[in-house]
């Protein structure tokens, strides 16, 4: 069994990253791998970044929940929908985590010493890694898990958003989120408005957008945001925090070809593909990888290598019927009428919802979410089927 090594400059295990995917592995090894030394390193300054991420209760596998707890923000008992035509509340339990307090419960779990940041890797192989400043760190094992800029040999679209919680000087009157209000101007693809409360005058707000492009242009979606606002009646004091995002949305792709190119390190989190591939969720995967990789006995280089490679393969397997959902939004409907897709989801019933952001959809599930009334024309939406969507190679340009 591999035990802890008393050489600083030594670990039986270095995470590269620290964001949602690294930090979690990090917290999972420590809470139940603690004979282990486990090291993260991170280019920023500190873990987490400034990032929102929100996930069901009901996506997290059976004991979880004490995993994520340290990095949850708030939570609710419900959420709602809105689209032209359809509102809708439902009682699942939405909770939201964010990069401060990752960081904050990482730096509680592991040494100081333990954690890197604020340099750049610039090597790394099976027996450790090397930093801009010439360091020299060496590990029983390596995971990549610095996410990705990109899915080469991967097709599809983008979710891109912009954030904001404003801070009001009055309440909002909002008890619970808004996870997709659609009424908004549909706007360079399939648009909605994503709204948290968590108190009674500070929201986060988002503007989001399935779109066939990842730019983003932040001064028209800031504007959207405060145009949302005050037509909500709310008035807003401050912006308290800014954050934007361009996340993959795949529809299809040559997994083998993506593997080969990423390199010889294990991979973990967007690195390997573990998303959701329509809704762009990382929360579920990142969590179920993590808590898997701590019951290996086998936490060797190449032994993680061919573990990481299996697990994301058999996810991209699994996850066929979400590209194909992906391939139909961006293929089968113009723009202005993705939201009809969704609006049509949201009629299911509350737990195939549930199992279906879980990536944990059933043949009956699967069959609901494509029968009754087509949401797009059919014709349409076979075609779709025979095309990908566009290369998620590079992000291209945020202005």
Known sequence: MQQKSADPASCDLAILGGGLAGGLIALAFAARRPDLKVMIFEGAKRLGGHHVWSFFASDLPEGAEALVAPIVAARWDGYEVRFPGLSRTLSTRYCSANGTLLDRAVRAALPADCIVTGAEVVQADASGLTLADGRRFSAGAVIDARGSRGLAHMEGGWQKFVGQRLRLST?????????????????????????????????????????????????????????????????????????????????????????????????????AALVHPLTSY??????????????????????????????????????????????????AADGPERWRMLAHFYTLPERAIERFYAGQSTPLDMARVLAGKPPVPVGAALASLTGRGRPLADLGAVS
């Open 171 to 271: 309440p909002h009157g909002l008890d619970r989120p808004i996870v997709m209000d659609a009424t908004v101007a549909q706007i360079d693809g399939y648009r909605f408005v994503y709204c948290l409360p968590f108190s009674p005058t500070e929201i986060f707000v988002e503007d989001t957008y399935y779109s066939d492009t990842p730019n983003l242009d932040l001064p028209a979606l800031r504007q959207r945001i405060a145009d949302y606002a005050q037509g909500e009646g709310w008035a807003v004091q401050s912006v308290e925090y800014e954050e934007t995002g361009v996340l993959p949305v795949i529809a299809g792709g040559d997994f083998d070809a993506f593997w080969r190119d990423g390199g010889d390190l294990p991979r973990a989190g967007t690195r």
């Open 282 to 331: 990382s929360i579920p995967d990142a969590v179920r990888f993590a808590l898997y990789l701590t019951g290996l006995d086998n936490l060797s280089g190449s032994a993680l290598s061919r573990t990481s490679h299996d697990r994301a393969a058999q996810h991209w397997r699994e996850t066929r019927f979400y590209r194909m959902l992906s391939r139909m939004l961006f293929g």
